[in-house]
């Protein structure tokens, strides 16, 4: 509210009726502004005086994100659909810092106008929506909801993208006759396994709908061919790797992590046992503990969630 103007001496006497005019009017415009703000149905029931930040419309069906800017910490953070204006789902955010997104995180995302709620996503012919949910920690973490609109509202699945905030997530399937799309991620198992963060490899992991929801596009992640020629460069990095090129043992002495990365790069394409070869090769010689780098190795990418679906997409074993 601005600071009141300086008025003249002979305009500060007024009269009490017009004070009292003004205090009314007053009084009208605060009862007046108190009806500005919508107040939506809690999760919860009770009303809250928390504005959706995010809503669109499929007649009939209206997706809506509710945060609290004001708090700005995610405790009021939900998302509900609509259909005809009454609410048939709700999802509350797991815990604070929460934030959903109807589409995509980001409207510059390349694969945002994809995923316009309406837009058919598994291929079926229905209309469908995708709801973001982002945790609100550094680096971490993203949730892909899909649900279909029509001609029976439901949940299709959730899809954890962990660390991979920015798209595209979404592709359009090349080998479908329809408009259906492929979700594109990445599989963080190996983040920060014997190295920091920035250079912990993440596998790509091709998904796409089918009967039993979303399952690992086996066709799709054997196209990810890695070229021989990239194989021995690799090789050369890892084996003169300063570290570990003069002799150690693992793992008290470090490894470049471009070892297991072109591993996992090779295993998600379904060549595991061009994995085990190149970590013949590339093994400084000089270090001991190859068997125990390489049980370790298998023992974490048990724990991938994906770990029996690319275990299967391999016809070749590890020796």
């Not at 500060?12 to 502004?33: M, P």
């Not at 198992?189 to 979303?214: C, I, K």
Request: aromatic share 10%; net charge neutral.
């Amino acid at each position: 509210m601005r600071p009141p103007r300086r008025r003249p001496r002979s305009a500060r006497f007024v009269s009490e009726s017009l004070i009292g005019l003004r205090r009314t009017a007053l009084a009208v415009l605060i009862l007046i502004a108190g009806f500005v703000a919508p107040a939506w149905a809690g999760p919860t029931g009770p009303a809250v005086t928390v504005a959706p930040h995010q809503e669109e419309t499929f007649k009939p069906y209206t997706a809506r994100v509710v945060y609290d800017t004001k708090a700005n910490d995610g405790s009021d953070a939900y998302f509900e659909v609509l259909k005809d204006g009454k609410r048939i789902y709700m999802q509350k955010a797991a815990g604070t810092g929460d934030k959903f997104f109807v589409g995509t995180m980001y409207q510059e995302d390349p694969d945002a106008a994809l995923v316009k709620m309406g837009n058919d996503i598994t291929g079926n012919g229905q209309p469908d929506l995708v709801i973001s949910e982002w945790s609100g920690y550094a680096n971490c973490c993203l949730t892909i909801h899909i649900f279909e609109l029509a001609p029976t509202f439901r949940k299709l699945g959730s899809v954890d993208a962990q660390f991979g905030d920015t798209g595209p997530h979404f592709i359009a399937d090349k080998s479908s006759k329809t408009k259906a799309l492929d979700i594109k991620i990445h599989d963080w198992t190996f983040a920060n396994w014997n190295t920091d963060f920035a250079d912990s490899p993440a596998p790509t992991v091709f998904l796409r709908y089918g009967d039993e929801g979303y399952r690992v596009a086996p066709d799709l992640m054997r196209a990810q061919v890695l070229a021989p020629p990239g194989l021995e460069a690799r090789a050369d990095e890892v084996r003169n790797y300063a570290p570990s090129a003069d002799g150690g043992i693992w793992p008290k002495t470090d490894v470049s992590p471009q070892l297991w990365t072109t591993m996992l790069d090779l295993i998600y394409s379904g060549r595991a046992g061009a994995a085990w070869k190149f970590l013949n090769s590339a093994w400084p010689a000089n270090l001991q503990g190859k068997d125990a780098f390489a049980s370790d190795f298998r023992a974490q990418l048990a724990k991938s969630p994906y770990a029996s679906a690319v275990s299967a997409m391999n016809s070749e074993t590890a020796p």
